[in-house]
């Protein structure tokens, strides 16, 4: 315990575990940012809007807009050496700022737990269509039995509530365990095996006979299919899939040893994120494609579209199998990250030990997902903002996602970077981030300039959109 607080330099007294490696730190990042965004929403948002020209757009927004954020964040947490919120007002006091820039923090934080709630009951899709799978319902491939399987899990309380149950419980006993016992064991099992799996699948799609047409899809671009509203899609997901303004990478920040570069270690997450949604398109559109399917056919590829093509193909309920399962690990690391800030704060402000903090966390965001079952089902009708024009037909599932995504993301985002571009110290970003000369002058002028411009626009085309 003694290495972790003089490895936090900054005169805080809280005994902290240390990421045993770099490569643990990235798995972790990595499997935190690598999830249901990457596999399930990249696909369906590339095809919604026209493939190549998308990827690309897509491609500069985590340069620009992505990997400068993820850098400041994962400093401010690992200069605060605590939880996001004590962290981000360590770091503004010492840089003689006022102490409520934390409220970039509370806002993602609060984010996360929102996120977490809704979250793990599409995990829990994710996770009976396992069970589907393995069962051989995908056999035959017929379009009303496949379209009949999404709509009964939706319309069953019960089921839904099951399944969000196991999932958050898979969720709850890795966090319990701590740094060394549950996030980094977990990660180091989990990333290389959500990586063998996608890359299975990818084989698979190269024997479809549609891999050439996929890759045309993803790497051709068309910008004559790129609307405007397709670049802000495209900005808008480079954020959401690299797991910012959620105090997630705050909280990881925390336990980073000095030695580790932010600057070359974030790089890394953003090409290996970036190449996972990559291959997730390669998985995906052969499939789609050999099958006659639409592409841009929306949320409902992955639970509707995919397995009525697993169905019709040789082996397809083997990999349709493997490929839920794939869906669950990226899930489950994504949601061990969206609870570790919160658990965290807990830990520190309470006299609870970790696994009564985690149960805690858990125990009230299970709750707050109930809501979100019931409001498939049985409160479907119930529709709290109807009294405004643009949120007359949302639930209250699709509310708690609107505005974590569309406001809190953002709102915590754009606050990071103004805190970070503008209100701490040139000279003591450039030595914790350790780049160099023209490296640290590119990512000074993102994070002062671009980002907060390009975040801002998001925030604001979705407010008025």
């Known amino acids: 315990m003694s290495q972790s607080n003089s490895e936090s330099g900054n005169g805080d007294t809280a005994a902290r575990g240390l990421w045993s490696s770099r490569l643990a730190f990235i798995l972790a990042v990595t499997g935190s940012s690598v999830g249901l965004g990457n596999i399930w929403k990249f696909p369906y948002v590339t095809g919604e809007n026209g493939g190549g020209a998308f990827v690309l757009v897509y491609l500069a927004c985590i340069a620009v807009i992505g990997i400068p954020i993820l850098m400041a964040e994962v400093f401010i947490g690992r200069n605060g050496r605590h939880n996001p919120i004590t962290s981000m007002r360590l770091v503004a006091q010492r840089n003689l700022s006022s102490p409520l820039w934390r409220i970039s923090a ?51 309380p019960s089921e839904l509530l099951f399944w969000h149950t ?106 290996t994120d970036t190449a996972v949604a990559l291959l997730a398109g390669l998985a995906i559109f052969p499939v789609v494609f050999a099958n006659g399917l639409e592409p841009g056919a929306g949320p409902g590829l992955i639970f509707q579209t995919l397995p009525l093509a697993f169905g019709q193909m040789p082996l397809g309920s083997l990999f349709g199998t493997l490929f839920f399962i794939l869906l669950v690990f990226a899930a489950w690391t994504s949601a061990i990250s969206l609870l570790e800030p919160v658990v965290e704060w807990v830990e520190e402000k309470t006299t609870l030990q970790r696994t009564a903090s ?108």
């Open 106 to 156: 509370i806002i993602g934080m609060l984010a996360a737990f929102i996120i977490l709630s809704f979250y793990s009951m599409i995990g829990g899709w994710a996770a009976a269509y396992v069970g589907h799978g393995a069962t051989g319902d995908f056999a035959g491939g017929d379009p009303e039995v496949i379209n009949g399987m999404f709509s009964r899990l939706l319309a069953s």
């Open 166 to 271: 196991l999932f958050m419980m898979l969720v709850v006993l890795v966090v319990s365990r701590g740094l060394k016992g549950g996030l980094e064991r977990s990660v180091t099992i989990l990333m290389p095996a959500l990586f063998v799996l996608l890359l299975i699948a990818v084989g698979y799609a190269t024997t479809t006979g549609h891999f050439g047409q996929a890759v045309s899809f993803l790497f051709q671009p068309d910008f004559s299919k790129l609307s405007i509203n397709g670049v802000l899609i495209a900005l808008g997901h480079a954020f959401f899939t690299l797991s910012l303004g959620m105090a997630i990478m705050m909280a990881y920040g925390s336990y980073l040893g000095r030695d580790v570069s932010i600057g070359r270690t974030a790089i890394i997450v953003g090409i």
């Open 358 to 465: 985690t149960v805690l966390v858990g125990v009230l965001c299970w709750a707050l997902g109930i809501v979100s079952i019931l409001s498939l089902n049985v409160w479907s009708d119930v529709m709290p903002l109807a009294m405004f024009e643009r949120f007359e037909t949302k639930t209250i599932f699709d509310l708690l996602d609107y505005f974590t995504a569309n406001v809190m993301l953002p709102l915590s985002g754009l606050l990071t970077a103004l805190f970070v571009g503008w209100f701490v110290a040139r000279e003591s970003l450039q030595k914790d981030l350790s780049l160099e000369g023209g490296a640290f002058s590119l990512w000074y002028n993102l994070i002062r300039f671009a980002t907060p411009i390009a975040v801002a626009v998001v925030f604001v085309y979705n407010l008025t959109a």
